[in-house]
């Protein structure tokens, strides 16, 4: 059983590895400007990947940096500089997947810690143990295990350590792999530019008749993927010996990414502490935009893992700002949604356990000017409050 599994979430941009951070990731990762599936995400150049390791460091936490596209040939001149630059900012992994640039780092950057990205569909302790003896030294198995193959994986190689996806979008193909986005839109989904086609309203069409695809009257869509959802299953996975938890979701937002990580942060350790998951935890993880939930393969063979319905569901929550700074109990704060003088809101906050009230009071700008109604987009704004504030937490509006 591993003692205390690692946290691992999702850093899109510097703002979202802060927040990460703030509210209990142990580890983040990230993408810098070239080589990684997340192209579209904001990523990292060089100076300000060296500053975000630097933060990480500094809190005692660890960065992990995705190079893992599909490689070819005409890559390899630019990783022969990119590699040795990753190092000498500080990384403390790379995510990779070809087994060609694995080779290739590990007599580039023989001393960086490489982690097995889950595009390398591993599924068993034979795979396993062959990429321990390539120099590996975490593997991100593939989504399509259960729960007793993942502890069978790490009772055979247990001195590998292992990384399993525990939260977010799922790919409709096996382990990520997908050409659609390659036939639909010219964008290589193996290599950083997903279109996400899958998540499109498919309809089918005769020559120049266009034919309506129902799953019912609402139409479909036909191969879009629920959302992985295991915080309730954290005490299988820890009893499964799994090292580090993923949270997915370079691409999402802060408040996003604030909310999931706290949420199993919370639960990790809940359990860890020889009680149960919160039910705050399971709550918090309604409050974002999701599909549907599923456990996917986690309990074994599963059939129910696409989401007919809609593309996108709303979450019960709605970002309102985000506090920039509290002194005492006055707070400023950034609007991100429309919010009244006199609303009382919910604080998302590392230092609470729950999430608390808070009554707006006494709402103005920077002038010291009354504002009834804050509706400037990210206008900065203080409030009183009776509850005590710190930097990074968020505030938020939950519907019924």
Avoid at 26 to 50: E, H, I, Q
Wanted: aromatic content about 8%; some cysteine; overall charge negative.
């Amino acid at each position: 059983m591993a003692a205390k599994p690692e946290l691992l979430a999702p850093a899109g941009n510097f703002a979202k590895l802060k927040t990460a951070l703030a509210f209990g990731a142990d580890a983040v990762y990230l993408g810098g400007k070239r080589f990684s599936l997340r192209s579209y995400a904001d990523n990292f150049d060089f100076d300000t990947l060296k500053e975000a390791v630097s933060v990480a460091h500094d809190a005692r936490k660890k960065v992990y940096v995705a190079v893992n596209i599909f490689c070819k040939d005409s890559d390899f001149a630019d990783l022969k500089e990119e590699l040795p630059r990753l190092h000498r900012a500080g990384v403390d992994a790379l995510i990779v997947s070809d087994p060609g640039l694995i080779a290739f780092a590990k007599e580039s950057v023989p001393d960086l810690a490489l982690h097995l990205s889950t595009q390398a569909n591993t599924l068993n302790s034979h795979a396993v143990r062959f990429w321990h003896r390539q120099g590996v030294e975490r593997v991100v198995l593939a989504r399509e295990l259960s729960a007793d193959q993942v502890k069978a994986i790490k009772d055979a190689v247990p001195e590998m350590e292992i990384e399993c996806f525990v939260h977010g979008a799922m790919c409709i193909s096996y382990s990520g792999r997908c050409l659609l986005s390659n036939y639909l839109a010219r964008r290589d989904a193996n290599r950083g530019e997903c279109v996400q086609a899958c998540r499109w309203h498919f309809r089918v069409s005769e020559g120049d008749n266009a034919l309506e695809l129902e799953e019912d009257a609402r139409g479909t869509y036909l191969l879009n993927s629920k959302d992985l959802n295991l915080i309730d299953r954290i005490p299988a996975l820890i009893e499964a010996g799994v090292d580090s938890f993923k949270i997915e979701g370079r691409m999402k937002s802060e408040y996003y990414v604030a909310t999931v990580t706290e949420a199993y942060r919370r639960a990790i350790d809940a359990v860890l502490g020889g009680g149960a998951v919160p039910k705050s935890s399971v709550e918090l993880l309604e409050n974002v935009t999701h599909r549907p939930y599923t456990h996917a393969y986690f309990d074994g063979d599963n059939a129910a893992t696409v989401s007919y319905d809609d593309s996108q569901q709303g979450g019960k929550g709605v970002f309102v700002a985000v506090v920039l700074g509290a002194e005492g109990k006055t707070a400023l704060v950034e609007m991100r949604n429309r919010f009244r003088d006199g609303e009382t809101l919910k604080v998302l906050s590392p230092q609470y356990s729950a999430d608390l009230d808070v009554t707006v009071r006494n709402l103005r700008d920077a002038e010291g000017t009354p504002v009834a109604d804050a509706k400037l987009v990210q206008q900065q704004l203080y409030f009183d409050s009776d509850l005590s504030l710190t930097k990074g937490d968020i505030l938020y509006r939950r519907s019924v």
